[in-house]
């Protein structure tokens, strides 16, 4: 039987498990020897020097806080257990190696912090939200979820394609025989022989195999995909039924590979390099046979296949005449194909969070082939820009940011000048300001530049100066030529 040690200020052996927690700081040592069991509300690890070496098991009934330097250690056969009744959490300034890690709490637990995991993460009870952040189990480590009960990893900021979350990261070798990878929910298989193995690299992510864009969606995760099969293989994805809303009829699953340029395409397609395999409703599972090459995989329906999402979004300033850059931003996209597709609505944000539309692009409703669009808008300043795809039944989706850098503003004319020149702002609100120095960094005047111009008369002697300016925020030096 293991030895029961029950923490209080102080290591102790007593009652009142809920209410003890553990505060190791000063570069303080704890180590929890095998067979031990520790059981504890909060665990909070901190300071350099501070570690935690644990090789029995660590039971929580709260949350598990490591900053400033501290440090975990779980052996090969520890647990780091929570079993709480409210969310808890699980947080650290560097990434937290983890040998085994199991959530039994029906209220689940959330990482802000990667994780690596050498053996084992098992959900008992409850989910365990990634929150955009990655469990590594590299070539060792195993998942062991309950599919069957819908105790899952998830992820909360995993939105749609654009937004894509954390991930479950792992390596294997693809042998000829048929076998789940470690829980993960992929089984790859080769029809080769021993010598024909291979290895490859997934990240598991868990958005949406497709927004709603008229055409259907895919089951809440994702297969990505690294290497380069050398003989035909077959595909497996299992699947829970909290992952399938939206994407159709079981009966109907199919899987759907992203060809680079291409988009979403299922077996039944020209050229996407696989054969149907089967959807084993009762087992909840997918098959495909006689697949060449890697990419993205998920499940969708054969009947509404997975829309065509963006391709990609770019934008750039414009050059104007004299090869200076513009006020003017060039805004361009395409889709692999179109199901439904109403329009884009053209956003744009100064701080990347308040988006307000300034334009309309018409769709092309539906089409197979690679459409080109482009827009030219106004804006002198620092823009973040985004589409919002709307569909004729009101759905939508967004893609991803991008940033467009603003042109500068400030003018110096006439430059050379006898010592006395304007400063144009160009648009601006509020009081800047600005100084003048000479070569030897003496400053020869000072002075605000309330007005969108503001002319300067200085008596200096000929020579360069170096105008420093501060506006909105921006800092700038111009060089400035006094001429007598």
Known sequence: MKKLLILFCILSVGKGVAQTSITNSGGAKINIGAGVDVKTHNVTNVGAGSSITNDGDLYLKGNFNQVTGATYAGGASSWL???GTSGQTISSDATIDVARLKVDNAAGVQLAQNLAISTDLTLVQGDLDLNGK??????????????TNNHLVTDNTALSDAVQGGGILFTSNVTNASAEIRGTGLGITHTGTAGDDYAVTVTRKHYK????????????????ISGTPTVPTTLRIDYATDEIAGAGTP???????????????????????????????????????GITAFSHWTIGSSVTPLPITLLGLKGRRVEGLNGDLAEEVRLSWETASEVNNKGFEIQVSDNAQTFKTIHFVEGRGNTTTIQSYS????????????????????TFSYSPIVFVEGIENLKVYPNPSN?????????????????????QGVEVWRGNLPTEKTTVDVSLPAGMYFLHTAVAGKAKVTKVVVER
């Open 81 to 83: 257990w929570f079993e």
């Open 134 to 147: 990655n469990a590594d189990l590299g070539a060792t480590g195993t998942l062991s979820e309950d599919r």
């Open 209 to 224: 195999g497709a927004v709603a864009s008229g055409g259907g969606h895919g089951i809440e995760r994702i297969y990505q």
């Open 251 to 289: 009966a109907d699953f199919v899987l759907f590979r992203w060809q680079s340029g291409i988009g979403w395409k299922q077996g039944a397609d020209a050229g996407s390099g696989f054969v149907h395999g089967t959807s084993d409703v009762a087992s909840r599972f997918v098959t495909a046979t």
């Open 375 to 394: 827009h030219t808008t106004i804006n002198p300043n620092d823009g973040y820009y985004r589409l919002r795809q709307v569909d004729f039944d009101g």
């Open 419 to 439: 010592g006395k020149f304007t400063i144009a702002l160009g648009k601006t609100s509020g009081v800047s300001s600005a100084y003048l120095l000479n070569t």
